[in-house]
């Protein structure tokens, strides 16, 4: 069964980047989609993007130009970085693999979240 | 459309069957999948490609009508109450679109 495990600066200030590492245990991270999803407190989920080994990405466009997405199968991780944040940007971060064949996309396993505060 | 529509919120009697719906464009051409999560916990999968992951009782199954999903939760439990998020590809293919998610109470 495959864990993965959030890390990262609880709190950001404005403007900054922030920065977050999905470690992903007993799974070949090479195989799989890896995306991000947030959810702002009270809030539905918003999906941020995904990646793949091949380097393929794909980005949510109402964040287009500010996220960046990348993967160290060295260290078996992956990782989210969102520039010029706001406090729009406050959410839970969740890290997650994912499966895209044609018609069918899920989320199988999750990470338990990072809370990130945009904050002065 | 690029947009996944669930009810807010929706309840049912304990023992009781409950249908919650997802309707969206994309629907007509992509799968739908479901999510259950619960307060202060990350989302977990509960049905995708037509199907129910392991692990997952029953009581859970879908159904589909032309733009329109459901998820049906047979003779509901105290433990399903929860938020439900639907999702699919976008009609591009290459985003993920995912419902306001309905909030479902079981009294």
């Known amino acids: 069964q495959v864990q993965l495990q959030g890390s990262g600066p609880g709190q950001v200030k404005p403007s900054e980047t922030l920065s977050l590492t999905c470690t992903v245990s007993?799974?070949?991270?090479?195989?799989?989609?890896w995306g991000w999803i947030r959810q702002p407190a009270g809030k539905g989920l918003e999906w941020i993007g995904r990646?793949?080994?091949?380097?393929?990405?794909n980005y949510n466009a109402s964040l287009r130009g500010r996220v960046t997405m990348s993967l160290d199968t060295s260290k078996n991780h992956f990782s989210l970085k969102l520039t010029s944040v706001t406090a729009a940007d406050t959410a839970i971060y969740y890290c997650?693999?994912?499966?895209?064949?044609?018609?069918?996309?899920?989320?199988?396993?999750w990470g338990q979240g990072t809370l990130v505060t945009v904050s002065s | 459309s690029s947009e996944l529509t669930q009810d807010p919120a929706v309840s049912v009697a304990l023992g009781q069957t409950v249908s919650i719906t997802c309707q969206g464009d994309?629907?007509?051409?992509?799968?739908v999948t479901w999510y259950q999560q619960k307060p202060g916990q990350a989302p977990v999968l509960v049905f995708y490609?037509?199907q129910r992951p392991s692990g997952i009782p029953d009581r859970f199954s879908g159904s589909t009508s032309g733009n329109t999903d459901s998820l049906t939760i047979t003779g509901a439990q105290a433990e399903d109450e929860a938020d439900y998020y639907c999702?699919?590809?976008?009609?591009?293919?290459?985003?993920?679109?995912f419902g306001g998610g309905t909030k479902l109470t079981v009294l």
């Open positions: 997650a693999r994912e499966t895209v064949f044609g018609v069918v996309q899920y989320f199988d396993s």
């Open positions: 007993a799974d070949s991270i090479g195989r799989y989609f």
């Open positions: 990646f793949y080994s091949s380097g393929t990405t």
């Open positions: 994309s629907l007509r051409r992509y799968y």
């Open positions: 490609d037509k």
């Open positions: 999702s699919s590809r976008d009609s591009s293919g290459s985003s993920v679109l």
